[in-house]
């Protein structure tokens, strides 16, 4: 059997198991195995695919119609300019999330500073947003990407070190950001927090409720429990004129608005993603 056909198997199978976008999980899985990427795939068509990857394509075959995510199954994933490592251990990073990379970036363009500027990325998983803005934020400047869990911790350290960034990018288990002991030191707070209501957790695609981490997803009751926490730990740590930078709930926005307000920050905007949802706010702290 050549490449061309266990592609197209794999596809089929998949895809009458009810796996999501069967064809280019079909197509990744062999570009994994064959440490190529799907562009280049096509130059390996007629060749014999050798029995060791048969056998672990199968495999991944069946961890794939047990319902475990695509990007867990082929052990790392794209995000913006970033390969990196993804497995249970946090949350898959998601499209979504390169957009709110975007804005920060935005704003410290329109925002130069003299000083080297401190930016922490709270709840950072595998570091996908600290780690991208390490590499595409230019001028000086200080990351740090905290999560409350160890194994995400550890997860994002090795994403640091496969990316280049264990020297320039610090990664600390943390509880929010209580362990700052100075006040006004921080230039800009990131999150993608756990913004899910618990109950609706419950009724969440299994492909997402039973193998991402529930710590990762679950906001509580209302949804909103970390952003009410981390915008009162703000006002201790962050600069005077420095920003806060969240992505949220799409039918989160007016909420998210009403609480930074309350808090006294300004320059409030809640922006929509590419399908027309609320999925950014962002405040300054005067």
Not at 4 to 23: H, M, T
Not at 250 to 270: C, D, P, T
Request: one cysteine or more; glycine letters at 8%; hydrophobic letters at 40%.
């Amino acid at each position: 059997m050549n490449w061309r056909e266990a592609i197209a198997k794999v596809s089929v199978y998949l895809d009458s198991k009810g796996v999501p976008d069967a064809g280019v999980a079909s197509e990744l899985l062999a570009a994994r195995l064959l440490k190529s990427s799907r562009g280049f795939l096509n130059s390996y068509y007629e060749k014999e695919v050798p029995e060791p990857f048969q056998e672990a394509m199968r495999r991944a075959m069946r961890r794939l119609v047990s319902g475990e995510p695509l990007q867990y199954v082929l052990g790392e994933w794209d995000f913006r300019s970033l390969t990196l490592k993804c497995d249970p251990r946090a949350l898959i990073p998601r499209p979504e999330t390169e957009e709110l990379v975007t804005r920060v970036l935005k704003w410290l363009k329109n925002n130069p500073s003299s000083q080297p500027r401190f930016i922490v990325d709270v709840g950072t998983g595998t570091g996908a947003i600290i780690l991208s803005l390490a590499t595409e934020y230019k001028a000086p400047a200080v990351f740090l990407g905290t999560d409350i869990s160890e194994e995400a911790i550890s997860l994002a350290k090795e994403n640091a070190i496969k990316c280049g960034l264990h020297n320039s990018v610090k990664l600390a288990v943390m509880d929010g950001l209580d362990d700052f002991d100075e006040p006004e030191v921080v230039d800009v707070i990131v999150s993608n927090p756990p913004y899910i209501e618990s109950a609706i957790c419950e009724t969440l695609d299994p492909r997402v409720k039973d193998f991402e981490p529930r710590l990762a997803l679950d906001g509580g009751e209302s949804g909103l429990e970390f952003y009410d926490r981390y915008l009162a730990d703000a006002l201790n740590v962050l600069k005077p004129g420095g920003a806060v930078f969240f992505e949220i709930g799409e039918n989160q926005g007016e909420a998210l608005r009403k609480l930074m307000e309350g808090y006294g920050f300004s320059n409030v905007s809640i922006e929509k993603d590419y399908a027309g949802h609320d999925r950014y706010a962002s405040a300054v702290l005067n």
